[in-house]
């Protein structure tokens, strides 16, 4: 955003003047306990809280900055939206990978519960700004919150069919061709293991200066990755789930357990894409956009929830739910209930760091993003410290979480929709939010329940979920101008992304010709294959390699020169200012 763009923002959205005179945090815990004032302050309850009609018109609420004093209702209700708001995308990715590796619903449910609560931990970290040496920070100082990177899901998937096609993981043919999945727990430890020391990657590009990083992963490649991410998901688990199921009932067997969904010993089970399935996960799906059109601003920004609830309802007053992943589930947990034996997988490490490349990119878009509803200024000295800040704890946090059993933690975009809307970029609601992903986490029967919801609720669901990745790719993507030679790259990064996607086992024969290749040649075999066959690595490597190579056009450089000046005379403006 050039200087000028972003000085009318800040001077048509003012942030509230901080307080000259500073007190003490006992002073202020009294004040906020003990004083009608400090519970509940000056905010507009009602309009948070009461349904709203497509048409109707209401004043807004003030606005909070990141470091504002906050009334304490408000800030447990905006730090519970923000949990609401996560949940799906936590609950999702753990759910999907318990799926394809066929996990027993026990383990399912920790790794639930270690999401929720690895979320809350390192989501505390993301959010503060702890000075390390020089000029070099952890964390935004920003309401960014972490969670499961969908990265990580799409790579997962082309990695365990790998493990399960060269015999990694049991598998059964039966003589009518239908491949039967065995448990593979240690596939998942694999994944674990390859992700702690492929994180080394991200906290080294975090020391680059963040110009670099934006030089290296303009919009046209970071839109790209985040376009094909939410557009393989919809198609590879979304659309699966709301048919039926994505553990192998989707091919329709004529013989196993998997003849019908989810399987032939579940209650209420039918064949896969039955109406009945298709019904339920759109009544889901319908129930978001209701929420959407009528609800009040704080179900609106919890409307995955809402759609969840809705369909759960109905699903188990129709007999679709199984309760005894709810009955096994202990009252009480946290990590490490269940370990897994943690490992290297060579041929995963090359996609590993792809991956890790592209939460890097996505660290820096949510974090401008996040800037811009905070509003921050989304340029200079500070900005840059954000951006730094934020991809170090980035990195960290995927070699912690590794060591949490949770996949990679990355920036969430799906809280700047809650600040936009309630107008609230409090870092205070943000440690509520910890809080609350922490509490559901450790409450095990909350996670025995999101392990009981039916494929198709959680299709419909999750389905509108991706594809709002996919959009938010769109949206990175319309920052573009569009010249030739955008067009070109763009055009060159989907012929690759939108065939895998369209035709997913184009690139698992190209090998096959080779005659007894040794164990490392094969592995790196499978490792270019996992590349080629995941649609967000292969387009986003086809893209930034163009956006490297193809030299600028003449206009476009110039454009760039400017917009790199302007930003030098603010630095220089900001250093004298500081002398």
Known sequence: MSHVSMSSVTKEQ??????PNPRSAFSVVRQKVTTKHGWFGDYDYRWLCLPSLPTARSKQPPFYGIDDELPLVLAIASGLQHALAMLAGLIAPPIIFASALMLDSDTSSYMISASLIGSGILSLVQMSRIKLWGRYRLGTGLLSVVGTSFATLSTASAIFDMM??????????????TVTRGPCPDAYGMLLGTSLICAFLEIGLSFLPPRILQRIFPPIVTGTCILMIGSSLVGSSGILDWGGGSNGCQARPTSGIYQLCPTVVSPHALPWGSPQFIGLGFLSFVSIILTELFCSPFLKNASIIVGLAVGCIVAGAAGYIDGSTITSAPAITFLWVYRFKINVYPPAILPMLAVYVSTTMEAIGDITASSEVSRIPVEGEDFDSRIQGGVLSDGIGGFISALFTVTPLSVFAQNNGVISVTRCANRTAGRW??????????LGKISGFFLAIPNPVLGGVTTFLFASVAVSGLRVLSYIKYTRRDRFILAAALSFGVGDLLVPTIFTYLFDGVSNPNKGLQGLFESITILLSTPFLISGIVALVLNLILPQDRSQQDEDEEVVNVAQDMEIQILEQER
């Open 433 to 442: 939010c910890c809080a609350f992903l922490i509490i559901f986490g450790c």
């Open 14 to 19: 003012p942030s509230p003047a901080a307080n």
């Open 164 to 177: 399960y096609a060269n015999g990694t993981c049991p598998s059964t043919t039966a003589a009518d061709g």
